[in-house]
């Protein structure tokens, strides 16, 4: 490294500081409300915090060391490298642990997985492995009173950062797809949302090699930033609850279809919103009393919820009986996978349930055209198909009945 006047000037205590602000109210946020961003969004937050005060005790190490010449001081001096290659071999680590944070609580459908993931999971034990060794070797040196091979020093800080960036382009498929994911149900454009990648991601990426002339923290810079804008997302996508089912409710359902009626033009057919209903609800709640009425809603909108994909799926309780699905088909699943898994889970639950209740659902939807004047009228057109469906239920029902007779 050429130079450390960022250290020296303090500008980087303070940026480290404000971090440290940034991510306490992150951490204090973001816990009530735990989810999968952020579950992700806490646990880096933490490693971020920890990484925080390496950098902080390193600062002011290397000022006290500077200002007042303490260069030749054994103990001082070993600190600063010992400080000083653990803050890099932490920045080391974030491509990796995002990855491993992303897998486990966002998607097990990354690109890296499987064998790659296994060989990246070598690599980076490997790597600890030889950093940690060298961090022996330096000790040992020290305790002998040997003298320290700055040559050395630097080629292992440069090999970390080496590391840190290879970590980074291979985790940088993943790292595109969460983003871009986080910021699709939001109100940024798909024009938006690259320049927002690009900024995110791909100038820190560039940025990287920096490491090599400047003691300047890009992959920590880079994973705050990450943090903070899963932070806002989350809190932008909190929404009303229904307080019985634990679902979204019908003002979020319309703060929803805002945000996606105001880019109507990336908006097609594979845009599709349906209306569940629960059959003879209104029977079932005047013979069987209330309760149970409140616990078959719970029941089925547990159903709703297990049958959905991770992502690509809105869901809310939308009136009394009454669920509003929306949905984005990809060519791995489609509404109609949906409503076979949803037919599948109820089927199970009436198989489970102690009393005579037999439900089912009636269910109409409709794909998003251009022609529908506004979010109601999307709404009104499945729910036009839903009452249809009844209506030839109730039909078939009657037929039954008579031929019975």
Same mark, same amino acid.
């Given at each position: 490294?050429?130079?450390?006047? +960022? ?116 690599? +980076? ?188 799926? +809105? ?91």
């Amino acid at each position: 490294m050429l130079s450390f006047s +960022f250290v020296t000037d303090t500008s980087l205590l303070y940026f480290v500081v404000i971090c440290m602000l940034i991510l306490c109210s992150v951490i204090h946020h973001d816990k009530p409300r735990l989810n999968s961003c952020t579950r992700i969004s806490i646990n880096a937050a933490y490693l971020l915090l920890l990484h925080s005060v390496a950098y902080a005790v390193f600062c002011i190490l290397f000022y006290v060391t500077d200002k007042y010449h303490l260069g030749n001081v054994k103990g001082i001096r070993f600190a600063l490298v010992i400080v000083g290659l653990l803050t890099n071999y932490m920045s080391f680590v974030y491509p990796y642990i995002l990855l491993y944070l992303i897998r486990r609580f966002y998607s097990r459908n990354t690109y890296v997985r499987g064998s790659n993931f296994r060989i990246f999971t070598t690599f +980076f034990i490997l790597c600890t492995l030889i950093f940690f060794a060298a961090i022996g070797y330096t000790t040992c040196l020290v305790y002998l009173e040997a003298p320290l091979s700055t040559v050395f020093l630097h080629n292992l800080d440069d090999a970390i950062v080496l590391a840190g960036i290879i970590s980074f382009a291979v985790a940088l498929p993943d790292f595109h797809k969460f983003i871009y994911q986080l910021l699709q149900d939001t109100y940024f454009s798909r024009r938006g949302i690259y320049i927002a990648l690009g900024a995110i991601l791909y100038l820190q990426f560039l940025l990287l090699p920096l490491n090599f002339l400047f003691y300047a923290p890009v992959m920590y810079m880079f994973t705050v930033i990450l943090v903070y804008v899963i932070h806002v997302i989350s809190q932008q996508k909190e929404v009303s609850v229904d307080f019985l089912t634990g679902m979204n409710n019908r003002n979020s359902l319309m703060k929803y279809l805002d945000r996606l009626f105001i880019k109507r033009s990336e908006l097609d057919a594979s845009f599709k919103l349906m209306v569940i209903t629960i059959d003879d609800f209104k029977n079932l709640n005047n013979n069987y009393g209330h309760e149970a009425g409140d616990k078959t809603l719970i029941s089925v909108a547990n159903c709703l919820k297990s049958a959905a994909p991770a992502n690509g799926m +809105f869901l809310c309780r939308f009136l009394r009986d009454e669920f509003v699905a929306v949905i984005h088909e990809v060519p791995e699943f489609n509404i109609e996978d949906y409503i076979n898994i949803l037919n599948k889970k109820i089927s199970e639950l009436n198989s489970i349930r102690n009393d005579n209740i037999e439900l089912s659902l009636s269910i109409g939807y409709v794909a998003y055209s251009h022609d529908l004047k506004d979010q109601n009228s999307f709404i009104h057109e499945a729910k036009a198909n839903m009452f249809k469906q009844q209506e030839l239920k109730r039909i078939t029902k009657i037929r039954e009945s008579t031929a019975i007779l």
